[in-house]
């Protein structure tokens, strides 16, 4: 079995950035200051299978957004951390809180805020178009990029290495 693998079976908590992981980076402002944001369907629905099978999971990002709210309440994201300039800090505290060590705990992000974070994380994971920096010092790199399916793909190999990734796809099959 791989490092990736082996890691990847210790998780119990799986922790996103928004923008840039979630979504693609891009912000749409309206003129009367409504600010629209991008998420992919097929990201959600890994987070609702993951969440559904027993995972933690969280966001921290450092912008506040009443649509980030929103959307993390209808996947039913219970831990959403906004405004959190140092996301570590808010990762300590979440790890604490929930009774998770480093080894357990893995965070998706793709720039230099992340960083802290995800040398607080057993399995620091960034997404395909992330600051080459953040690439540097990651555990693992998905292929797709932020906002376009990279946290399904985060999804996907942490539900398939612990087993449970063939019998959900079998039970969509069977449907």
Request: a negative charge; charged letters at 25%; hydrophobic letters at 45%.
């Amino acid at each position: 079995m791989d490092v990736i693998t082996e890691k990847a079976k210790r998780i119990k908590l799986v922790v996103f950035d928004v923008d840039g992981v979630l979504t693609d980076g891009g912000l749409i402002l309206g003129e009367s200051g409504n600010e629209y944001k991008i998420f992919h369907v097929r990201d959600g629905m890994g987070l609702v299978m993951l969440r559904d099978n027993g995972f933690h999971l969280a966001v921290i990002t450092a912008r506040s957004s009443r649509i980030v709210a929103e959307r993390m309440n209808s996947l039913g994201i219970e831990y959403v951390y906004q405004g959190q300039n140092n996301k570590a800090s808010a990762l300590k505290e979440l790890m604490r809180k929930l009774g998770v060590s480093k080894e357990e705990t893995a965070y998706v992000g793709d720039d230099f805020l992340d960083i802290p974070a995800m040398r607080l994380a057993g399995f620091s994971i960034a997404v395909a178009d992330a600051h080459p920096l953040v690439r540097d010092h990651v555990d693992w790199i998905t292929e797709a990029r932020g906002g376009r399916g990279a946290a399904r793909e985060v999804c996907e190999l942490l539900l398939e290495a612990h087993g449970k990734l063939a019998p959900l796809i079998q039970q969509f099959l069977n449907e």
